[in-house]
């Protein structure tokens, strides 16, 4: 009987197995009439739902620019490195100023770094660093430094990235 039990128990279980995978199985598409024809197009319903109907009536009218290299900040703790934080940024512009922001990424490196390492030495980046106010005022200030330099095609900066290596 001790032989017994385990083989039972694994054959209900691969059982259970076989018979949940044919319940859970996707109904088999579609055959045409003729013979070896395969319709490879989705549902009308399937295509409809890929594209939001406000993405086709709205054309859009801002644009995102990565920039080119990540952000590495140092977080100081009695005069020593602790821990970095890199993060990755994007701007969000209106369409057509990417040059724009690309012949301007030097300064506005300059004025993003100084915020984000104000924002560290504040202790921003210290214990639950994603926490939603703490990161809304970090993009609050990236905004308000990328103004000067972009002026009011910026309306937005995104933080794409951002990661805390302790040491």
Known sequence: MR???????????????????????????????????????????????????????????????????????PIMSEDRVSALVVAALSVEVTIGSTEMVYS????????????????????GFQGNFTNGNRMEDLRRGLLEAAKPVLGDVVSDVLITEIARQDS
């Open 3 to 73: 032989k017994l039990l385990p083989i039972l128990l694994a054959l209900i279980g691969t059982g259970a197995g076989v018979g949940a995978g044919f319940f859970l199985m996707p109904a088999a598409p579609e055959e045409h009439a003729a013979e070896g024809a395969v319709d490879c197009a989705p549902p009308a319903d399937h295509a409809a739902a890929e594209t939001p109907p406000e993405a086709e009536a709205a054309p859009a009218t801002r644009e995102y620019v990565k920039l080119n290299n990540q952000f590495v900040i």
């Open 104 to 123: 301007r990424e030097p300064k506005l490196r300059d004025v993003f770094l100084q915020v984000l390492f104000d924002h560290a030495n504040v202790g």
